[in-house]
């Protein structure tokens, strides 16, 4: 199995901060091409988020499943499901006890695509993550991914550093899939 891991908020959806209300939920509209064609070619679509507003007190776990939902209903008029959404409730300076943790889940770190590479038997060096941030890329290369990185602007701190290097540098989730079907990556 391969797959294409995704960022949520930024990446697959515009970023609205610590949003769960599935009423502000839409799809990047430069999205739906590229998630067929990836589905078409026999790419898992996985979804991997960072869900630090668990861990700081500001929604609950149990929201996310409105946002799952929404999501699926969003793509299936285009005939596209997500294969699975992984999302990390913690982050160290929470203040919920239980999610206030240094875990090995929150991206840059590679737990949920390991994770899902494990649950779903993927061949991680066949496979892609696909992020706005260069967080969402040093997951993806430390898990053995290949990586893109949407530059659309939510990049702020261009951090360097060992695995935070792209593969290739896109607009938009068409533009990564046309790349990766087309093999322009180095």
């Given at each position: 199995?391969?797959?294409?891991?995704?960022?949520?908020?930024?990446?697959?959806?515009?970023?609205?901060?610590?949003?769960?209300?599935?009423?502000?939920?839409?799809?990047?509209?430069?999205?739906?091409?590229?998630?067929?064609?990836?589905?078409?070619?026999?790419?898992?679509?996985?979804?991997?988020?960072?869900?630090?507003?668990?861990?700081?007190?500001?929604?609950?776990?149990?929201?996310?499943?409105?946002?799952?939902?929404?999501l699926l209903e969003l793509l299936k008029p285009h005939?596209?499901?997500?294969?699975?959404?992984?999302?990390?409730?913690?982050?160290?300076?929470?203040?919920?006890?239980?999610?206030?943790?240094?875990?090995?889940?929150?991206?840059?770190?590679p737990g949920m695509l390991l994770q899902a590479a494990?649950?779903?038997?993927?061949?991680?060096?066949?496979?892609?993550?696909?992020?706005?941030?260069?967080?969402?890329?040093?997951?993806?290369?430390?898990?053995?991914?290949?990586?893109?990185?949407?530059?659309?602007?939510?990049?702020?701190?261009?951090?360097?550093?060992?695995?935070?290097?792209?593969?290739?540098?896109?607009?938009?989730?068409?533009?990564?899939?046309?790349?990766?079907?087309?093999?322009?990556?180095?």
């Open positions: 199995m391969k797959a294409v891991f995704l960022d949520k908020d930024g990446t697959l959806i515009p970023d609205i901060p610590y949003n769960v209300d599935p009423a502000l939920i839409t799809i990047q509209q430069n999205a739906f091409e590229g998630l067929t064609l990836l589905q078409h070619e026999g790419y898992m679509l996985i979804l991997v988020s960072n869900q630090a507003g668990i861990a700081r007190g500001y929604f609950p776990l149990n929201s996310l499943i409105a946002v799952e939902e929404r005939r596209i499901h997500l294969d699975a959404f992984y999302y990390c409730p913690h982050h160290i300076n929470g203040i919920e006890d239980n999610y206030a943790v240094d875990c090995n889940c929150r991206k840059p770190r494990s649950d779903y038997h993927i061949d991680l060096s066949a496979s892609w993550m696909i992020g706005d941030i260069l967080d969402d890329v040093e997951a993806g290369n430390r898990a053995g991914c290949k990586t893109i990185l949407i530059d659309n602007g939510n990049e702020t701190e261009w951090r360097g550093g060992d695995f935070r290097t792209p593969a290739r540098i896109c607009r938009s989730i068409n533009q990564a899939a046309e790349c990766i079907l087309n093999k322009q990556y180095a």
